[in-house]
Nanobody
């Protein structure tokens, strides 16, 4: 059964850090482009970061560039999103998704599998 499961969300104070994990079952992550997306209350879902299967190139939305880092551990079939210097505006449900390349970086179209999401709340 193909499945993506996110974990690592929670409540953190502004300026704090969290690491989200996206673990796949039923398929091998390294052959897919993996993206992290988020949806804040009352807003549309947006692309945050992605890592390409072919060359492991990474992409980031301008709003998170320099603060978030995406990485892949093929042995664990897991992709991570390290989030530092968190801001209240980072509060959202974070989803990971997998798409068969080629996929336009940070685009939701072309993503074949989605996780159910993990909530990140940045608040004092």
């Amino acid at each position: 059964q193909v499945q993506l499961v996110e974990s690592g969300g929670g409540l953190v104070q502004p300026g704090g850090s969290l690491r989200l994990s996206c673990t796949a079952s039923g398929f091998t992550l390294k052959y897919y482009t993996i993206g992290w997306f988020r949806q804040a209350p009352g807003k549309e879902r947006e692309g945050v970061s992605c890592i390409r299967s072919i060359d492991a190139n990474t992409y980031y939305a301008d709003s998170v560039k320099g603060r978030f880092t995406i990485s892949r551990d093929s042995a664990k079939n897991t992709v991570y999103l390290q989030m530092n210097s968190l801001k209240p505006e980072d509060t959202a449900v974070y989803y990971c998704a997998a798409g068969v390349p080629p996929v336009v970086p940070l685009s939701q179209s072309g993503m074949d599998y989605w996780g159910k999401g993990t909530l990140v709340t940045v608040s004092s």
